[in-house]
């Protein structure tokens, strides 16, 4: 079992940075892949980032590559992700995900769900 709570997100403005963060409680942590997902208003819910439970490989959506990155401190069970250069387009509520393999991220899916952070980027 994995629960995951994110935090960091809030309002900022375009050109803003924010980092967000997951934290997992279990003692298999290490072993999960991760994923951030993202799902703004009457739009169907996104990968964002995905790193496998190693570190060592990452995922990012054609939209956020070169402004995101994902990464991981398993020794602390919590994965990041830093948003920078953030554009209007990019609100929506953020989701924390975890499955054991990283094709069933990258696929849309996931084992283990957290409950959502929202960040707002204004214009």
């Known amino acids: 079992q994995v629960q995951l709570v994110e935090s960091g997100g809030g309002l900022v403005q375009t050109g803003d940075s924010l980092g967000l963060s997951c934290a997992a409680s279990?003692?298999?942590?290490?072993?999960?892949?991760m994923g951030w997902f993202r799902q703004a208003p009457g739009k169907e819910r996104e990968l964002v980032a995905a790193?496998?439970?190693?570190?060592?490989?990452?995922y990012y959506a054609d939209s956020v590559k070169g402004r995101f990155t994902i990464s991981r401190d398993n020794a602390k069970m919590t994965v990041y992700l830093q948003m920078n250069s953030l554009k209007p387009e990019d609100t929506a509520v953020y989701y924390c995900?975890?499955?054991?393999?990283?094709?069933?991220?990258?696929?849309?899916?996931?084992?283990?769900w957290g409950q959502g952070t929202q960040v707002t980027v204004s214009s």
């Open positions: 790193i496998t439970w190693s570190g060592v490989n990452t």
């Open positions: 279990g003692r298999t942590f290490s072993s999960y892949a």
């Open positions: 995900a975890a499955d054991r393999d990283i094709i069933t991220i990258v696929a849309m899916g996931a084992q283990y």
